[in-house]
């Protein structure tokens, strides 16, 4: 009898851990399918219902003039990015997608918009995304020095005055909030950042809320993300970094996200340390879905904030 105890707790233990290696593995592993079926990625995509306008935007990107780039990030990983350039540009946009999800989703619809303002677009692949390399996904904690990597290309490619923008959306907003928490050279003039959230951490959290797991799993999952991913839940977050970040903010969220709170937008413009910060909350669209749903009153904030950024220099 007295071995009863210490077998649950035995029992107890390996089920936890076992569980979180489950989760993370489910949440980080690499997510290759989405270079090779579109219409599986939008099968897979919470913006499902828009096929039509994924569909559209898939056409325009690929009757676009555009070139593969390649660079190699800090830490050796091999990234690829298409680079669709315009016409006497007045700076470029950088996108950086969602988890599991791909340029030409998450970003597909705006492209002809963004580059009707006078943007060259490069269409990045986070790691462990596409064809870019890398074995897991990091929710921003490593993919924000990889912003910085591809902020270095630009420079080197069209020298350090040529204006850039930096966009996100969901998990790539995290990534490009993160990433301003390291000083950027002065062309960075910009963020736009779509229904990001806070941190690996507290998106997890809330994920575990929802499906009724035990709180008590979230430290296992760390300790498995530390192992075998090479980062942590807690070491970073957007609130950190924008303390530290005068950058122009724009950030956007859907009132109705059922996926990222739209709180988390809202307690990431409080910590920002901007003088130039904007708020766009639209209160009938879900994760990813306020360009499609009010495009004209996205368009006319997008529009005033590029044009006011790009005027000025980064502080």
């Not at 800090?74 to 950088?94: F, H, K, S």
């Not at 890398?134 to 924000?144: D, K, N, P, V």
């Not at 969901?170 to 928490?181: E, F, I, K, Y």
């Not at 709170?261 to 639209?282: G, H, N, Q, R």
């Amino acid at each position: 009898m007295k071995l009863i105890p210490p077998i649950i707790a035995i029992l107890v233990f390996l089920l936890l851990f076992g569980g979180s290696f489950a989760a993370m593995c489910f949440a980080c592993l690499h997510a290759r399918w989405t270079t090779g079926n579109l219409d599986r990625a939008i099968r897979h995509s919470g913006l499902r219902r828009y096929k039509d306008e994924l569909t559209a935007g898939f056409r325009w990107i690929a009757a676009q003039p555009s070139e593969t780039v390649t660079i190699k990030a800090y830490d050796g990983v091999r990234l690829v990015a298409e680079y669709l350039p315009c016409e006497n540009a007045r700076g470029t946009l950088l996108c950086f997608h969602g988890w599991r999800s791909c340029p030409e989703i998450d970003f597909g619809c705006a492209l002809p918009f963004y580059r009707s303002l006078g943007l060259n677009l490069l269409l990045v692949n986070e790691r462990a995304h596409g064809a870019s390399g890398g074995r897991f996904i990091t929710f921003g904690i490593r993919e924000r020095r990889d912003v910085h990597s591809w902020v270095a290309w630009h420079s080197r490619r069209f020298g350090a005055e040529t204006p850039v923008l930096l966009a996100g959306l969901s998990m790539g907003a995290t990534t490009v909030l993160m990433s301003c928490g390291e000083p950027f050279p002065p062309n960075v003039r910009g963020i736009i950042a779509d229904c990001g959230f806070t941190s690996p951490y507290e998106i997890m959290a809330k994920i575990a809320r929802e499906n009724h797991i035990p709180r008590l799993i979230l430290p296992f999952v760390s300790l498995q993300t530390r192992l075998f991913a090479g980062f942590g839940l807690k070491e970073y977050s957007t609130l950190t970094a924008l303390k530290h970040c005068r950058l122009p903010l724009l950030l956007i969220h859907g009132e109705r996200d059922a996926f990222v709170p739209c709180d988390m937008s809202k307690t990431a413009y409080a910590a920002s340390a901007a003088e130039d910060k904007t708020l766009l909350t639209v209160p009938n669209a879900g994760h990813g879905q306020s360009y499609l749903l009010e495009g004209d009153r996205y368009r006319e904030t997008v529009t005033r904030f590029v044009d006011r950024a790009l005027k000025g220099t980064n502080q």
